[in-house]
């Protein structure tokens, strides 16, 4: 699950045993309502400059893409 996952007035259903999103660079959810079953361990990552895949506006550092714009 690398990347974004824009649910806002849905729901995201997690039916693992295994563990999720664990080797993703980043994953954003947004969602109304998330349900986990099974017992999946959902791991939500930060580290966007892992990966190629953008980042949506708002979302993780920026750091020193201010200096970059006049």
Known sequence: MLGTIYLPAGRLIVDSSQPVA????????VARQINLYEGPNLTLNANYGATSVPVPDGVGP????????S
């Open 22 to 29: 664990d080797l993703s660079a980043y994953t954003v959810i």
């Open 62 to 69: 920026k750091s020193g893409t201010a200096a970059l714009r």
